[in-house]
């Protein structure tokens, strides 16, 4: 089988001349990887593992399987993935066949796992795509979680409607000019607020938990506190309270912890204050936000994957 015929039609067309994400890098990603993300056409695969530090109704009592991709189409000076998601990155599962990968998710549901979560996915739709209806003919119904930074085209989210369960978006910045800075996509904050108001459209602001409060269906934002950002984090919220609804499930995260990569940083290079995430949530609960989930202020311990290892997280 060519490396092509996993795709369905369309996207074997837009592999071809990359127009997927907002960069429009019109290279073909079937003669390699030379786009902003650095990923061909394959399944760029660096990890599958069950993954149980995500939100609780994210990872539900036995953990998600977590598939990461490699590659990314930001490039956060930040990026706690950065052993995976720079390009060129080596990865353990690179080059791996549709149907090992297969074999892999059903061997982690067959232990009581009831979710497949797609991690950093936006340079890969037709990737995803390709997993979840491969899964499908396999008769594996997974709840599907679409784990995005959210740098996505209005296009891109229309066409998974139907096939994810669960959108588990970023919002990052509002403002172009620290989007520029840090992620290097100046039009970061409208790009993506239009991807998560194609999704607030398709699932709207209620979030559907099973029995064990796991989600099944709906829509959770994500947003990092970064520090000497507390300013920029109360307008993210105010934008998400104001434009969408104060009534959407939300995360807020202190998890941020400086890389090595930003050691010498003038402001990203230490963890966020107490008092700064404390003003964050305070704005929070006066703007209304009813359903979501706050962090402890050492829950970035629990978030320190080593890629290079089969079980990053553990
Ligand atoms: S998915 Fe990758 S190659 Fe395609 S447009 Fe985006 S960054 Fe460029």
Known sequence: MKQ????????????????????????????????YCGMDAGLNIASI???????????????????????????????????????????RNHGMELHLVLDHIEEILSKGIKAVGFVSPSHVVPQVKTIIKGLNSRGQKPITVYNTN????????????????VYLPDYKYVTPDIASEYSGASDYPEVAFKAIKEMYYQKGSTLTVDENGRAENGMLIRHLVLPCHVEESKNV????AEELSPGVHLSLMSQYHPTSIVRN?????????????ETVVAVMEELGFRNGWIQDMDSFQNYRPDFSREHPFE
Do not use: M, W
């Open 49 to 91: 593992c069950i993954h149980r530090g995500e939100e609780p109704s994210i990872s539900g009592p036995n953990g998600i399987c977590n598939i990461f991709f490699a590659g990314c189409n930001l490039h956060c000076l930040y990026c706690q993935n950065h052993e995976i998601s720079r390009p060129g990155s080596a990865t």
């Open 237 to 240: 919220l105010r934008s998400i």
């Open 4 to 35: 092509a015929d996993i795709y369905d039609n369309n996207d074997q067309l837009i592999l071809e001349n990359c127009t997927l994400c907002p960069r429009e890098c019109r290279v073909n990603r079937f003669r390699g990887g030379t786009g």
């Open 150 to 165: 959210s740098y996505d085209k209005l296009e891109t989210i229309r066409s998974l409607s139907g096939l994810i369960d």
């Open 265 to 277: 940083h003038p402001t990203l290079n230490r963890s966020l204050y107490k008092s700064e995430y």
